[in-house]
């Protein structure tokens, strides 16, 4: 916003007599807001006198006012030299910061506080070295985020503030003026737009607004479109003639009757003589943000929010706020879909003139603003976000070293690399136990795929093969329940934790992984017993051992995965005592499991316990102790299946 017309706000005059003397005509065109004549006439003055405090003064204070203050240094240099004050101090300190001297800044800035004793002059000094200081610390909001300057849209002036609306791109430009703003000298500024489909503009056919035609002799610029595509409104200003609106102010345009309407000064205004410019609908129109310099606000320019009437007006304008408002500047406003609000300021803490920010609740609910950072900001003005595909992709406009002209236009995009695709293609294998034989294929069987979160995520029949196929995501953890008719039900852990590689070391965007994995099944016999290995008890006790409850937990899992069966548990010993003690002592044994079973989910009455004592011993006549064990066994055997 290097020339732009929202920093002005004074009435200019038509012209001033060439029989004046140079400094009579120079402090006639600095009092009408003429400020770039007025530099032409005192640098003219101090090629003669570079001493010149008068000159010096009207030529620094020109740019400030003209939205220039970074080369207006050298004049408030030579200022505080001859006349130091801290006035000249502090604005010296301004320009230093803007342009990005950040360490000269401050030594303006201290300079300056030894030259007032007035309360709200230190702490605004004080201020402007707190924000330099925090400003060390910004980090980008969106690191993936890259800017590029639209070279083909801009111009050599003022390109900025684009809004996307109906396929059509609709921003301000100072092109195809046909007079220049007293001001600063740069062209008007109009609204224009062209075709486009997102970033995707068509700039062999940029045209000037066709809604309703761009006037002569005054700025317009700062376009809002309602999300209906209805309501255009955008700022109009800046007129150098006397019958004009003396201040900058909000016009509105309607579609009516196949076309748009003559713009209308709008009621949000308020007065007359206040500044409003850079409005911006919510993302449902129901509401108009808009910058405003009205009594009562916190700072130079504050934002403010206007709700719509039953009219279809806008009223009810409300400030919001020193959270977001500061002794600054805040411009250029923009709520995001999710809540959040963008905006520009330079009384935030920066990179120095206008900065790009957003305002947020963090994690206790209350609002905080952020910079944007270095990847959006400069030591220049940056301003006018606006998002063609939120968050990821947009527009906003910055007059930073650079560019193609003044102001120009810049469109950003998340860069942020896709990630590797890694799929886990896994090959289930079912097959069947056979005694005494080697594991046999088994096909038709049913096997269910469940995610972390138990829900199922795959299922189908294995194929003549015993094979199924499933694509898991890495890292992340499964159940497999492979099942058929006949057979025991049977469910089992899976994770690719640790199974694929690091997708920093991949080239490739996608890469396949293929593991398998083997499920074997039991067949479901009534009244066949099934010896389960490693069951021991301490010598003439029954209590379950913490190794046997290990053994124990693989049967809960057999009855969890087959709720329809009902067993007995049976406990063995071996011929060694009588037949009174192993009964007991086997007896005991077997409810020990049983009641274990029980303690771990099972329902008591699925299961009966059993003793068989030494009644049937599998080694007769056993003469070692490795064929006592054999005899000493727990078993279960299927009893019932319930249909």
Not at 206 to 232: C, K, M, R, Y
Not at 397 to 419: C, L, M, Q
Not at 620 to 628: L, S, V
Request: charged share 25%.
């Amino acid at each position: 916003m290097k020339n732009h017309f929202l920093w002005i706000s004074l009435i200019l005059l038509a012209g001033v007599s060439s029989c004046k003397s140079l400094q009579e005509k120079g402090n006639e065109q600095y009092l009408s807001g003429q400020y770039q004549f007025a530099i032409n006439s005192f640098s003219q003055i101090l090629a003669n006198d570079s001493s010149n405090q008068e000159a010096n003064q009207i030529i620094a204070e020109s740019y400030r006012l003209s939205n220039r203050i970074e080369e207006a240094g050298p004049y408030y240099q030579k200022l505080t030299e001859t006349d130091p004050s801290f006035e000249s101090y502090y604005r010296l300190g301004l320009s230093l910061k803007a342009q990005g001297k950040n360490e000269e800044a401050k030594v303006a800035f201290e300079a300056a506080k030894g030259y007032t004793q007035e309360d709200r002059f230190l702490a605004e000094t004080q201020r402007q070295l707190e924000a330099i200081k925090l400003a060390g610390g910004i980090e980008n909001y969106w690191p993936m985020h890259e800017l590029v300057n639209y070279k083909e849209l801009n111009t050599a002036g003022a390109d900025y503030a684009p809004v996307i609306s109906e396929d059509f791109i609709y921003f301000t430009s100072g092109r195809q003026a046909s007079g220049l703003y007293p001001a600063d000298g740069s062209p008007y500024h109009k609204l224009f737009r062209a075709r486009a489909d997102g970033l995707k503009v068509d700039v062999s056919a940029v045209q000037a607004l066709p809604e309703f035609n761009n006037e002569e002799g005054l700025n317009q610029a700062a376009i809002a479109i309602s999300p209906d595509g209805n309501t255009i409104i955008y700022a109009r200003g800046n007129s150098t003639s006397p019958k004009d609106l003396p201040e900058t102010a909000l016009f509105a345009s309607y579609f009516r009757g196949g076309g748009f309407t003559q713009p209308i000064w709008m009621p949000v205004n308020e007065d007359e003589f206040w500044w409003n410019s850079t409005p911006a609908f919510s993302p449902d129109g129901s509401e108009l943000y808009f910058a405003s310099n009205r009594p009562g606000g916190f700072g130079g320019i504050d934002l403010y929010k206007a709700t719509k009437l039953a009219n279809g007006d806008f009223g009810n304008a409300v400030n919001l706020g020193p959270t977001i408002n500061t002794p600054g500047n805040e411009l250029f406003p923009r709520m995001a879909p999710d809540g959040k609000f963008f905006f520009s300021s330079d009384g935030h803490p920066g990179y120095g003139k206008l900065d790009l920010f957003v305002a947020e609740k963090d994690e206790s609910g209350k609002q905080v603003v952020i910079n944007l950072g270095e990847n959006f900001n400069s030591n220049n003005d940056d301003f006018g976000i606006f998002f063609t595909e939120y968050p990821k992709a947009g527009y906003i406009s910055s007059n930073r070293d650079g560019g193609v002209g003044d102001d120009d236009i810049y469109f950003f995009e998340d860069k942020t690399p896709k990630p590797k695709i890694i799929n886990v293609l896994l090959n289930v294998i079912t097959k069947e136990r056979v005694a005494g034989e080697p594991d046999k294929i088994l096909n038709q069987a049913r096997v269910v795929l469940y995610d972390g979160n138990n829900k199922q995520a795959g299922g189908d029949f294995s194929n003549t093969n015993g094979r199924v196929r499933f694509t898991l995501s890495p890292n992340a953890d499964f159940t497999i329940i492979a099942s058929k008719t006949g057979y025991f039900s049977k469910s089992v852990p899976y994770t690719t934790k640790g199974k694929t590689p690091d997708p920093a070391t991949l080239i490739q965007e996608v890469t396949n992984i293929t593991l398998d994995t083997t499920i074997v099944l039991d067949q479901l016999i009534l009244d066949r017993s099934i010896v389960l290995e490693n069951i021991y008890y301490d010598l003439n006790k029954a209590d379950i051992r913490p190794d046997a409850a290990l053994e124990l937990d693989k049967l809960v899992q057999i009855l969890k995965d087959n709720p329809s069966i009902r067993i007995e548990l049976s406990s063995h010993a071996d011929a060694r005592a009588t037949d009174a003690y192993n009964d007991d002592l086997t007896q005991r044994r077997a409810q020990s499991a049983v009641d274990y079973l029980v303690s771990q989910g099972i329902a008591p009455e699925r299961m009966i316990a059993k003793g068989y004592g030494k009644r049937q011993l599998i080694i007769q006549n056993a003469q070692t102790e490795e064929e006592h064990q054999v005899n000493r066994r727990t078993e279960f055997k299927v009893i019932e299946i319930k249909e």
